[in-house]
Structures are given as structure tokens and as C-alpha cells.
């Protein structure tokens, strides 16, 4: 069974889903693992129902890192931001579907961990907001 996701890992990190950029986010970060040198950045549009319209992601790194983002991304949009506000860890890590070694495992949670700060660190507030206005 390993086989079979080790093809889907290797094929997401070919060929990325969602791979790019997107003109104007409403939200982005770029999160990195500086163990290793992997980049991710994540961008987001977010439609006024709070729901994730967009989605892509730049970044270089390992096979684990580039795989889980392509995954991550497939998985948020439509959702809305609270689905992804409590987003475990292990969600990523049952995406992935293989066992990850404690070395690689901050591999597979950086994009996960890039998303969540997106979202926190990374996002525009509302126009006339008292935290636009700070």
C-alpha cells in the first residue's frame, strides 16, 4: 500500500496542483524549515462568506514538502475559514498516507503550518476595521 501513495507523493511533487500565483490574495505567507532549505508560500482568496475561493502555492523543497502543499491545497478550496482554523496536524499527514520519519516530518507540516499563518499573520484585515486602522 506504501507503494501506491509513494507514486501519488511523487506525482503530486512533478506535476503540483494549484501551483502559482494568485494576482491579489487576500491572504499569504511564506513559511519555511530552515533545517532542510524547503520554501512554501500560500495564497488565498477568501470570498465574503468566509469560504476559501482560491487557492495556490510557490515554493521549492523535498518531495514530502512539495507533495503536501499540492495535497493541502486540493483539499481547502471551498472550505470555509473555519473549517481550516481547526485543521490538525494529522490531517496532513493522512493526506500524505505514508509513515514519516521524525527528521521528515517538519517536511510534511510546513505547509500546513504556512496555511494556518496565512490565515493569522498573513491576512489582510477589512477595510474600516479597527485593526486596518492600527
Do not use: W
Not at 521528515?104 to 491576512?123: E, F, H, N, V
Amino acid at each position: 500500500m506504501d507503494d501506491l501513495y509513494r507514486d501519488e507523493i511523487l506525482e503530486h511533487y512533478r506535476r503540483p496542483h494549484n501551483f502559482g500565483t494568485l494576482p491579489e490574495p487576500d491572504a499569504s505567507f511564506e513559511g519555511s524549515n530552515p533545517l532542510c532549505g524547503d520554501r512554501i508560500t500560500v495564497m488565498l482568496d477568501i470570498g465574503e462568506d468566509g469560504r476559501i475561493t482560491d487557492v495556490a502555492f510557490t515554493g521549492r523543497g523535498c518531495a514530502i514538502s512539495q507533495a503536501s502543499a499540492s495535497m493541502l491545497t486540493d483539499e481547502v478550496r471551498g472550505r470555509t475559514l473555519e473549517d481550516l482554523a481547526m485543521l490538525q496536524n494529522q490531517y496532513v499527514l493522512d493526506l500524505l498516507g505514508i509513515e514519516i520519519s521524525p527528521a521528515r516530518l517538519k517536511c510534511a507540516l510546513l505547509s500546513i503550518d504556512t496555511l494556518k499563518k496565512a490565515l493569522t499573520d498573513g491576512r489582510d484585515p477589512a477595510p474600516g476595521t479597527a485593526e486596518s486602522r492600527a
